[in-house]
């Protein structure tokens, strides 16, 4: 979810080799807008998403803080309506000014990395992965993007779009899931019940027996 840097990706699906992904970027959208759309996301209860925002509020002259404020409402919107929905918090992508298209943009390479700070310390705050793309783009020792990976100082080429699949791709594998135990003392033996839910239509079932003592029911849960 994000902005025409996640739009242009086109269809993540094919990208990332795993069905059911959907491309929910919107060309010039900034963290306000995207928080305005999630009506449209989170009733579904998405097993992942993926959330990139601020490139577009930095070119509206906003503080660092100001970014980082926006995007924060974003990511407490979703973890209040749909706390089932694993989140990830992406870095914002370098810009190389050299190429003079966007004036908006001018002078605030810097600002970039300033941001991406104080969002992976909001999520090591708020226990959220956080994929920091940025170094991914960057030319050796600098914070300005490899001109080979963009087509106008912001927006990506299709090399620039394998690097960020080749780097979403470890996450997309792990699956999220809950661990519930119930172990109750019957007879002369203790039957250890061990649900793990993948997802709420998905749920693994363990069973274990084990020598007890006495005849003392005993329930714990976790």
């Known amino acids: ?50 959330l990139m925002a601020g490139i577009n509020d930095v070119s509206h002259d906003l503080s660092t803080d100001s970014v980082v404020t926006l995007i924060t409402k974003v990511i407490e919107k979703i973890q209040t309506e749909s706390p089932r929905t694993k989140l990830y918090i992406q870095s914002l992508l370098p810009i190389n000014e050299s190429f003079g298209r966007y004036k908006t943009m001018i002078g605030k390479t810097d600002l970039i990395p300033e941001i991406n700070r104080k969002l992976e310390a909001l999520a090591k705050e708020k226990k959220i992965p956080f994929i920091h793309l940025f170094p991914l783009f960057t030319e050796k020792n600098s914070n300005v993007m490899r001109k080979e990976l963009t087509t106008d100082g912001l927006h990506l080429t299709e090399e620039g779009y394998r690097i960020w699949s080749k780097a979403l791709n470890r996450y997309l594998w792990q699956i999220p899931f809950q661990i519930y135990s119930l172990s109750a003392a019957i007879s002369s033996n203790v039957t250890t019940f061990l649900l793990i839910e993948i997802s709420p239509s998905f749920i693994i079932l363990f069973i274990s027996f084990e020598s007890a003592g006495r005849v003392t029911p005993k329930y714990s849960a976790n």
């Open 1 to 50: 979810m994000g902005n025409s840097l996640t739009e242009n990706g086109g269809n993540w699906s094919k990208r990332l080799n795993k069905k059911n992904i959907r491309n929910r970027g919107i060309i010039g959208d900034e963290a306000l807008g995207i928080c305005q759309r999630l009506f449209q996301i989170l009733p579904g209860t998405p097993q992942k998403l993926f």
